[in-house]
């Protein structure tokens, strides 16, 4: 059901209202939460930051992008000891939530290549999960979504910005 509702909202006029965005966040590390150990991987998911922040989201939509940074955080963590953190932070104007990991990080030259369709490191997939990220991101929330930073010894950080109510 929740698929089917997605896919209905791409390609229509979202709605937008204002949605405290940990809460959000929360709700999609809860579902994670509940199928970390049939992955066999010790990954620890942690949200810190404005509790009170609160952006225009269309949660449903907004979930998916999440759901894609962690899915991709998973499979680049290779060790036992991973981390997947989420920082939200409220500035002037818009509210930014940072999502990091402490995978392998991307590689320089396919740091600008994540976010085009067809593109993954993957054996499996279609390479669309990060080109969705951002076409909800950026076309349906009207904010912004890049990587933040990347290395092989730190890991990835993505950065999303929301608008505010």
């Excluded at 991973?82 to 990991?101: C, H, P």
């Amino acid at each position: 059901q929740k698929i089917t509702n997605r896919f209905s909202k791409i390609g229509s006029k979202p709605s937008l209202v204002a949605a405290n965005v940990i809460e959000t966040i929360e709700r999609t590390t809860e579902y994670f939460h509940r199928r970390l150990p049939q992955t066999g991987k010790q990954v620890e998911l942690l949200i810190k930051g404005d509790r009170e922040a609160t952006a225009l989201l269309n949660a449903d939509l907004f979930e998916w992008v999440l759901e894609n940074l962690v899915k991709n955080a998973l499979d680049a963590i290779d060790h036992d000891d991973g981390v997947i953190e989420f920082v939200v932070e409220e500035e002037r104007k818009r509210v930014v939530v940072e999502a990091s990991d402490n995978g392998k990080g991307i590689g320089m030259k396919r740091k600008k290549d994540v976010f085009r369709p067809g593109y993954s490191t993957k054996r499996r997939g279609w390479g669309l999960g990060l080109s969705l990220a951002k076409r909800i991101v950026e076309q349906y929330h009207r904010g912004k979504i890049f990587v933040k930073s990347t290395s092989p010894e730190t890991g990835t950080t993505f950065r999303i910005e929301l608008r505010k109510p």
